[in-house]
């Protein structure tokens, strides 16, 4: 079973930046290859919200909500996925969750999140 360890949040001023990694340590670089990964969001009473995707072979997507300010990248012999996020708003405090789906079966996992806050 994939297992996803969430680090990076933390408490951070308007306008600064954090990268947020996410690692797979029990899988195997062949494994880890076939998995597209992904951030999510979750807001205090806000329902869970995708923030970025990158797939396997490197092809992103973002949410309207953050283009132009986060980047999604993934290093597969380090089989690590990041997420640089610059510009923040107070609007970006949230539980950060990453996720692995497997490109052929579908089959997802989630990390334990990791907290940002965003604030004055």
């Known amino acids: 079973q994939v297992h996803l360890v969430e680090s990076g949040g933390g408490l951070v001023q308007p306008g600064g930046s954090l990268r947020l990694s996410c690692v797979a340590p029990?899988?195997?670089?062949?494994?880890?290859?076939?998995?597209?990964m992904a951030w999510y969001r979750q807001a205090p009473g806000n329902e869970r919200e995708m923030v970025a995707t990158i797939t396997n072979s490197g092809s992103t997507d973002y949410a309207d909500f953050v283009k132009g300010r986060f980047t999604i990248s993934r290093n597969n012999s380090r089989k690590t996925v990041y997420l640089q996020m610059n510009g923040l708003k107070p609007e970006d405090t949230a539980v950060y969750y990453c996720?692995?789906?497997?490109?052929?079966?579908?089959?997802?996992?989630w990390g334990q999140g990791t907290q940002v806050t965003v604030s004055s």
């Open positions: 029990r899988l195997i670089f062949s494994s880890y290859i076939q998995y597209s």
């Open positions: 996720s692995a789906v497997h490109s052929a079966t579908g089959s997802a996992t």
